[in-house]
């Protein structure tokens, strides 16, 4: 099987001086998968979002992206990583106000040149070779049937477990 696009174990995260948020023992997700993440409202999808795009800094275990792991990267090698090869669109859509639709849809390629080389056609091949990921997180079960996998963090997050 090729390598997963995101690969976590024994990750643990705590905001600071707080209790564990999160205390997860293994997560994939595959190359070429839709993952639907189902979690209660403060059950750390968007802490675990934000440790996968390397915003936020797991507190000890591995995350691997793209078969990088994250913690070995310097800040702005996360940025490069994430410029290059992640989307996050948030619920709120944080739309840049004065920029017009299609500038704000192509704005993460004035970040990325690799971006720029994929969506030129320089690299297409590669995109289809490698096969991107999505996942997608939401307190609402109903939307799981829209995709391949769903996982409920609850049953992944030793944090808040009643044994
Ligand atoms: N910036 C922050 N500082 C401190 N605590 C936070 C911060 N963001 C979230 N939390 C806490 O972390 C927990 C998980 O929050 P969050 O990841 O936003 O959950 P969800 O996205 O599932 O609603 C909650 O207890 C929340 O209060
Ligand atoms: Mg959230």
Redesign the pocket.
């Given at each position: 099987m090729a390598e997963p696009v995101v690969l976590i174990s024994d990750l643990r995260f705590a905001?600071t001086s707080?209790e564990d948020?999160l205390d997860i023992a293994t997560f994939r997700l595959e190359a070429g998968e839709r993952l639907f993440l189902r979690?209660a409202?403060?059950?750390?999808?968007?802490?675990l979002l934000g440790i996968i795009a390397g915003v936020l800094e797991a507190g000890s275990g591995q995350v691997n992206v793209l078969g990088r792991n994250l913690s070995s990267l310097k800040p702005a090698a996360r940025d490069r990583l994430r410029a290059d090869h992640l989307g996050v669109i948030f619920q709120m859509f944080n739309l840049v106000p004065y920029l017009s639709v299609v500038g704000n849809v192509t704005l993460p390629l004035r970040f990325s040149p690799k971006r720029r080389a994929v969506i030129s056609g320089e690299e297409d091949d590669e995109a289809r070779r490698t096969g991107a990921a999505l996942l997608f997180v939401s307190h609402d079960a109903s939307l799981a049937s829209h995709f391949d996998r769903s996982v409920d963090l609850g049953e992944i997050n030793r944090v808040g477990m009643t044994v």
């Amino acid at each position: 099987m090729a390598e997963p696009v995101v690969l976590i174990s024994d990750l643990r995260f705590a905001w600071t001086s707080g209790e564990d948020v999160l205390d997860i023992a293994t997560f994939r997700l595959e190359a070429g998968e839709r993952l639907f993440l189902r979690g209660a409202s403060g059950s750390g999808k968007s802490t675990l979002l934000g440790i996968i795009a390397g915003v936020l800094e797991a507190g000890s275990g591995q995350v691997n992206v793209l078969g990088r792991n994250l913690s070995s990267l310097k800040p702005a090698a996360r940025d490069r990583l994430r410029a290059d090869h992640l989307g996050v669109i948030f619920q709120m859509f944080n739309l840049v106000p004065y920029l017009s639709v299609v500038g704000n849809v192509t704005l993460p390629l004035r970040f990325s040149p690799k971006r720029r080389a994929v969506i030129s056609g320089e690299e297409d091949d590669e995109a289809r070779r490698t096969g991107a990921a999505l996942l997608f997180v939401s307190h609402d079960a109903s939307l799981a049937s829209h995709f391949d996998r769903s996982v409920d963090l609850g049953e992944i997050n030793r944090v808040g477990m009643t044994v």
